[in-house]
T-cell receptor, first 110, second 113 residues
Framework: SQTIHQWPATLVQPVGSPLSLECTVE??????LYWYRQAAGRGLQLLFY??????ISSEVPQNLSASRPQDRQFILSSKKLLLSDSGFYLC?????????FGPGTRLTVT | SQQGEEDPQALSIQEGENATMNCSYK?????LQWYRQNSGRGLVHLIL?????REKHSGRLRVTLDTSKKSSSLLITASRAADTASYFC?????????????FGTGTLLAVQP
């Protein structure tokens, strides 16, 4: 069966510090991968998606970036965090229509 | 851009009652999905309804789709305290070319024991 992992679960970082969130998927090959951000009490905002290794599409211009160095690994990064980067970050994968989500990372930028 | 808008934003009911949530969307779709999110957790896929379907059932869930009105509803029958969660509708973001989804703003359902 397929499993999706995200880490860390929670993170508190000062403004201006770098960020690296990792997502890995097990049990499937060549999945589509997605990074979302969810502000408190709000819906999901799609940040990046990837249809293959090294293929990244950005949905929202911002100071975040994403990379897919391996088929089942998706990384979200920032060189310098802003206060507005705080939120709940969710990784997801899909093969057909449905998406399957990881447990999320709660990021607080102080 | 926001494709789906759920209504109501919040709903509080007693255990055993039915809960109905609505979703409206803007563009033509080939399918619509509903997801559930427990507080502080990832989303869980509940059900997918295709554009040529008008109604679909899964356990205590019933989903309807009216493509002429660009709307869908999710009915949870005989609700339980464990149904307390946020519910989101999601529609294809680019006609299905990349499986991108656009999520609505969600309905927060509270089921009182």
């Amino acid at each position: 069966s397929q499993t999706i992992h995200q880490w860390p679960a929670t993170l508190v970082q000062p403004v201006g510090s770098p960020l690296s969130l990792e997502c890995t998927v097990e049990g499937t090959s060549n999945p589509n991968l997605y990074w979302y951000r969810q502000a408190a009490g709000r819906g999901l905002q799609l940040l990046f998606y990837s249809v293959g290794i090294g293929q990244i599409s950005s949905e929202v211009p911002q100071n975040l970036s994403a990379s897919r160095p391996q088929d089942r690994q998706f990384i979200l990064s920032s060189k310098k965090l802003l206060l507005s980067d705080s939120g709940f970050y969710l990784c997801a994968w899909s093969s057909l229509y449905e998406q399957y989500f990881g447990p999320g990372t709660r990021l607080t930028v102080t | 851009s926001q494709q789906g808008e759920e209504d109501p934003q919040a709903l509080s009911i007693q255990e055993g009652e039915n809960a109905t949530m609505n979703c409206s969307y803007k563009t033509s779709i080939n399918n619509l999905q509903w997801y559930r999110q427990n507080s502080g957790r990832g989303l869980v896929h509940l059900i997918l309804i295709r554009s040529n379907e008008r109604e679909k059932h899964s356990g205590r869930l019933r989903v309807t789709l009216d493509t002429s009105k660009k709307s869908s509803s999710l009915l949870i029958t005989a609700s339980r305290a464990a149904d307390t969660a946020s519910y989101f509708c999601a529609t294809p973001g680019d006609g299905g070319a990349t499986n991108k989804l656009i999520f609505g703003t969600g309905t927060l359902l509270a089921v009182q024991p």
